[in-house]
């Protein structure tokens, strides 16, 4: 009996946790300004990532079966690769970072047919220091920052003569968010499993990863078309969506972020949504004295949420509204 390999199998190997520090590099400018923040653009004085690749090639299949590394790039070569080609970058992204690194991997070695490069932005954030004129942002001090971060990914392949990207995708992750009061949730199923009690008006802790796709890919990698979409905007557009309105649920309240994104912003195709539910357990609903309450950390076990849109989802919004508004 003859073994038949499988036409489609799962085979590649690569490279996680590459960190990687840029000094000057190009700074971000040109964004487009957006009434919900007030980012201008980015010096990148500091240009940090903590990068994973993953490569693909039929011809490593001998390195599985056979033990054979011949055509084997080591994995240490590989970091060594991506940290070289950092010093080469003239761009001001993430995503055309990616994007350049991983077009290398595939024009350098020819038994490479794809590359699967994803990154976390590591973000730094401008410190004030006193001097005699005042109080002043520093560029040459910068404090490390454990809050959400930029992140992308990207895989590009090889098709016959030409490299093309075949998957993007931009974001913003780890975003957390309380608000202390104005959120609701109620109205759900209530059967004999239910012992959540309905309410009008609680504190809401959530923890949001955003992501999005462009229309034009270009638009995520050439940052002087004015089309480039920096993740602190995402934020803040969250942030803004999340003040304004008393959402009844969580998956409302992302639907809503992802509106005002593609309403924001026509070179997006898709954005969507993870989401949990981390509100605290209260433990006392009113204090001794002004309107405080005390909470703790809720439980383990959490709820989720996650959900895709596309400008599909905003003409439809707008219909609705329009429709509402001939109504009154």
Do not use: C
Not at 83 to 91: F, S
Not at 145 to 172: K, T
Not at 238 to 255: C, G, K
Not at 281 to 294: D, K, M, R, Y
Request: hydrophobic share 35%; glycine share 8%; proline share 4%.
């Amino acid at each position: 009996m003859t073994y038949e390999a499988p036409k489609e199998r799962t085979m590649y190997y690569g490279k996680g946790d590459v960190w990687v520090f840029r000094s000057y590099a190009k700074p971000l400018t040109g964004v487009k300004v957006i009434p919900e923040s007030s980012f201008r653009g980015r010096g990148n004085v500091l240009f940090g990532m903590n990068i994973k690749v993953a490569v693909k090639g039929e011809q490593f299949i001998t390195s599985f079966t056979e033990g054979d590394n011949s055509l084997i790039v080591a994995t240490d070569s590989m970091k060594n690769f991506i940290l070289r080609h950092a010093a080469d970058y003239t761009g001001a992204t993430v995503e055309g970072f990616l994007e350049y690194a991983s077009r290398s991997f595939l024009e350098t070695y020819p038994q490479m047919t794809g590359v699967r490069m994803s990154a976390e932005q590591v973000p730094f954030e401008e410190i004030e220091v006193g001097n005699t004129s005042g109080i002043t942002a520093s560029d040459l001090v910068f404090k490390y920052s454990h809050n959400e971060s930029a992140s992308a990914a990207f895989v590009l392949e090889r098709e016959e003569d030409s490299i093309n990207v075949a998957e993007h995708q931009s974001g913003v992750m780890n975003l957390r968010l309380i608000k202390v009061k104005g959120s609701s949730f109620s109205g759900f199923v209530r059967d004999e499993y239910t012992t959540l009690p309905e309410t009008s008006d609680r504190p809401l802790f959530i923890f949001l990863n955003i992501h999005w796709k462009y229309t034009e890919i270009e638009d995520a990698l050439d940052d002087t078309r004015g089309n480039y979409i920096d993740a602190e905007q995402i934020r803040d557009i969250a942030a803004t969506v999340f003040h304004e309105n008393n959402s009844p649920s969580i998956q409302s309240l992302i639907y809503l972020i992802g509106i005002r994104m593609l309403q924001n912003f026509s070179q997006l195709a898709e954005v969507s949504f993870e989401s949990n539910n981390r509100t605290w357990e209260t433990i006392v609903e009113t204090v001794s004295e002004g309107p405080g309450s005390v909470f703790t950390e809720p439980r383990p076990p959490y709820g989720f949420q996650g959900f895709s849109m596309t400008r599909e989802d905003l003409t439809a919004a707008q219909r609705n509204e329009a429709q509402q508004a001939g109504r009154v």
